[in-house]
């Protein structure tokens, strides 16, 4: 914990999603169903404060040691869900991360997957750039919305865009509620007979911005690819697969959050 936060308490939920155990809506779960001792004794409320000092956490028994912390990057494919289950049997970003076998450090559950949570969404349609972290306050920062840190989409739509269109995507469409979406920049990449492709940037991160835009403009979306978030660029990682991010590119994401503060 940092030194501010020694200096206060939070609650048990949160220290436990800060050990990077797993979320803390999970961690709620854990103690309101009695699973999760403090020092000892049982606690149910998650909001059960914690001092800065040395406490003892367990769950089920064995005690939670801090977990190293991972910060990965997936390119993920058209058709998969960012949820860990899916009540329509639905193919997961975390069938794809067990599939990789990812090493576990002291899991409790036996399992080999270390807890890890998608940094933001993509929706079941879209591909592309999909962070994931055990790291909740960083993923919290990464995916604000103050932030303003640049989302880069390719977009492949059923129409042959003219310089008139992309102008208009930057000074903002009308939804059918009325809220005005815009995109910070968007360029041509390329075009066919009947279809495009265009490089969108946005910076506010709203629930399905690109594809609420086209459905008020009654445009069809055929693909959509994120391919970078801030200075990240999803590369030529293979569709499926993952890897960590690599210490320049962390820090690259991490003074890029800083100068937009």
């Excluded at 640049?150 to 492949?156: A, C, E, F, L, R």
């Excluded at 005005?180 to 265009?198: E, F, H, I, P, Y």
């Excluded at 403009?217 to 693909?223: D, H, N, P």
Aim: hydrophobic share 35%.
């Amino acid at each position: 914990m940092s030194e501010n936060e020694n200096r206060r308490q939070i609650g048990l939920a949160r220290t436990l999603s800060k050990l990077g155990y797993c979320s803390r809506s999970r961690a709620a779960e854990l103690i309101r169903a009695g699973r999760v001792t403090l020092n000892g004794k049982i606690f149910r409320n998650p909001e059960t404060p914690v001092s800065g000092k040395k406490n003892q956490i367990a769950v089920d028994g064995r005690e939670v040691d801090s977990q190293e912390k991972l910060y990965l990057m997936l390119n993920k494919p058209r058709g998969v869900v960012t949820t860990a289950s899916d009540e329509k049997g639905r193919g997961t970003i975390y069938d794809l991360l067990r599939a990789s076998s990812l090493p576990a450090k002291n899991d409790p559950t036996g399992e080999t997957l270390p807890w890890v949570a998608p940094v933001g969404r993509l929706d079941k349609a879209s591909e592309g750039l999909l962070l994931l972290t055990n790291d909740s306050e960083w993923g919290a920062r990464i995916a604000a919305p103050e932030t303003h840190l640049d989302k880069i989409y390719h977009v492949q739509l059923g129409i042959v865009a003219k310089e008139d269109f992309i102008q208009a995507l930057a000074r903002g469409v009308k939804t059918k509620h009325d809220e005005v979406l815009r995109a910070k920049q968007s360029r041509l990449l390329r075009t066919g007979q009947k279809n495009c492709w265009l490089e969108i940037v946005l910076d506010e991160g709203k629930n399905r911005h690109i594809r609420r835009m086209m459905e008020s403009m009654g445009i069809e979306v055929l693909r959509l690819v994120r391919v970078g978030i801030g200075p990240l660029r999803l590369g030529d990682l293979p569709k499926g697969k993952h890897r960590s991010l690599t210490a320049p590119e962390k820090r690259m994401l991490d003074s890029s959050m800083r100068s937009k503060t």
